[in-house]
């Protein structure tokens, strides 16, 4: 479904990303780890169009994207959430995720200025279907409460309430459970493995390692850039370079 060959990004003097390489197979959960610093939310960036990459070829479906604009990749298929949630202030968390299915729109800028009947027709669609999703992940009851007065994991749940509104195909998750704790990291597995579950396709940044070695099918590790490895989680675990990069060598 997703193909990244040779992808290279340099911020002056800092190598973010370089020469990176590898796929991701429709169905799969695959993980993206490395210590800070590694250019995961660099990778991520460049995928989704917010980054230009100074060389590389980014394929989605068969298509090369790497030159798109975000809201065209968007409406290509691929949605993401962010390492630092990035929610609509005065809105309410079902308004939030209605914005989310702004790419399933048909009505333009006058239709909905003159607030015309197809656009009414449309809005209470999309209300519907953003109402269903947040029920989906389990916030339903939180429809009409101020998104940003919620707690930290109540909003993590509106961002992927979100993100899976404009019903895409490959889903980018930027650390999901950055900020949060046990029971909530546990909550957040099992939506992305329900999300796996509808069809769609999931790519995952995170630093939790227990939730990366039970939801994801393979993993993919950068360190300073570069890819060091790549496998199932098995293998990872075991992998000599990588145990260095996490642990340090032996002397340490």
Do not use: C, W
């Not at 290509?76 to 995720?97: C, D, P, W, Y």
């Amino acid at each position: 479904m997703l193909e990244i060959n040779g992808l290279n990004r340099r911020f002056g003097g800092l190598q973010a990303v370089k020469d990176v390489s590898f796929s991701v197979r429709e169905g799969q959960i695959k993980a993206v780890i490395g210590p800070n610093g590694a250019g995961k939310t660099t990778l991520f960036n460049l995928i989704s169009g917010y980054l230009r990459a100074d060389s590389g070829i980014t394929s989605f479906m068969g298509k090369q994207i790497q030159t798109m604009a975000p809201h065209k990749i968007a409406r290509s298929g691929i949605s993401r959430t962010f390492q630092h949630i990035r929610l609509f202030h005065e809105m309410t968390a079902l308004e939030n995720v209605m914005v989310g299915r702004h790419t399933q729109s048909s009505s333009g800028f006058i239709a909905g200025m003159f607030s015309l009947p197809g656009t009414r027709t449309e809005e209470k669609r999309i209300r519907n279907r953003a109402l269903e999703i947040m029920d989906f992940i389990g916030i339903a009851d939180l429809a009409d409460t101020d998104a940003t007065s919620l707690a930290f994991g109540q909003q993590r749940g509106v961002e992927l309430a979100r993100a899976l509104a404009s019903d895409p195909k490959l889903m980018l998750l930027d650390e999901p459970a950055a900020g949060l704790n046990m029971k909530e990291t546990a909550e957040v597995a099992v939506q992305i493995t329900k999300i796996r579950d509808l069809g769609i396709t999931v790519l995952i940044v995170e630093h939790d390692m227990s939730l990366v070695m039970n939801i994801s099918d393979e993993i993919v590790v950068l360190n300073y850039g570069e890819k060091i490895a790549e496998g199932l989680p098995l293998e990872i675990q075991k992998d000599s370079e990588v145990i260095k990069v996490y642990l340090g060598d032996e002397d340490a």
